[in-house]
C-alpha cells in the first residue's frame, strides 16, 4: 500500500483519523506492507510525520510501516517487503498518479 501526501494536503481531523485507524485495522490481513510518501519538508512535514507517528502507534497493526520523503526512497523498500520489481512499482505509480491528477483536474475544470 503505498499514501502520497503532497504539500497541500490539510491536516485532518480526530473523525478522519480515526476512520483511518480502522480501515488500517480492516484491510491488514491484505497488506503485505505500507509506505506513506511525505512529498514536502519544513514545518508542514514535521507535523504529518508526528500526526502519521500517533496513527500507527494507536493502530497496533502488525504490518511494516514506513515514512519516506519521496517514492524512489519508498520504492526499493515496499518492492522488497512485496518481493517485487522496484522499476514496475514506480512505474505503476507514476501511471495511477497521472490518471488521478487528470481526474482530478477535469473535476476542477468542470
Known sequence: M????EPKTPLVGEAVRGAGVEITRQFASHVIGSAIVLEGSGFWA?????????????TEVKIPQRVFSGMHEAAPW???EAGGSETELLRAVAIVRGR???????RRAG
Open 2 to 5: 503505498v499514501a502520497f501526501l
Open 46 to 58: 514535521a507535523r504529518f510525520i508526528n500526526v502519521l507517528t500517533k496513527i500507527l502507534l494507536v
Open 78 to 80: 515496499l518492492a522488497t
Open 100 to 106: 488521478m491528477h487528470e481526474h482530478t483536474e477535469f
